[in-house]
Nanobody, 124 residues
Framework: VQLQASGGGSVQAGGSLRLACAASGHSFRSYTVAWFRQAPGKEREFVASINWGGGTNYLESVKGRFTIFRDNAKNTVYLQTNSLKPEDTAVYLC???????????????????WGQGTQVTVSS
């Protein structure tokens, strides 16, 4: 499975972006798919995940602002980011195929496939 992340950009605080994680080579409808982010000098951080049944999990600081959803017909998972803040600035990466238990969705090393990331920059 190859993952391609897109949709990043530069916005002012309060703006929105829709990130997309498109899979090729294999359907990932049965996979848990997650978004992580990494800012310079910081560790990779879980942002959101969605399982095969549509169940979702979010980082506490993005709840109510970000929404993860999937379009299985397009083999794509999206992350709608609203009310962006400067602290959301990071490279956003998508990952698929949770290898650990379903309660370990927030651990990056538990994912089998990774995309290359897309930069999100939020200015104040």
């Amino acid at each position: 499975v190859q993952l391609q992340a897109s949709g990043g950009g530069s916005v002012q605080a309060g703006g929105s972006l829709r990130l997309a994680c498109a899979a090729s080579g294999h359907s990932f409808r049965s996979y848990t798919v997650a978004w992580f982010r990494q800012a310079p000098g910081k560790e990779r951080e879980f942002v959101a995940s969605i399982n095969w049944g549509g169940g979702t999990n979010y980082l506490e600081s993005v709840k109510g602002r970000f929404t993860i959803f999937r379009d299985n017909a397009k083999n794509t998972v999206y992350l709608q980011t609203n009310s962006l803040k400067p602290e959301d600035t990071a490279v956003y990466l998508c990952a698929a195929q949770l290898l650990g238990g379903p309660d370990k969705y927030y651990i990056s090393s538990n994912y089998g496939y990774w995309g290359q990331g897309t930069q999100v920059t939020v200015s104040s």
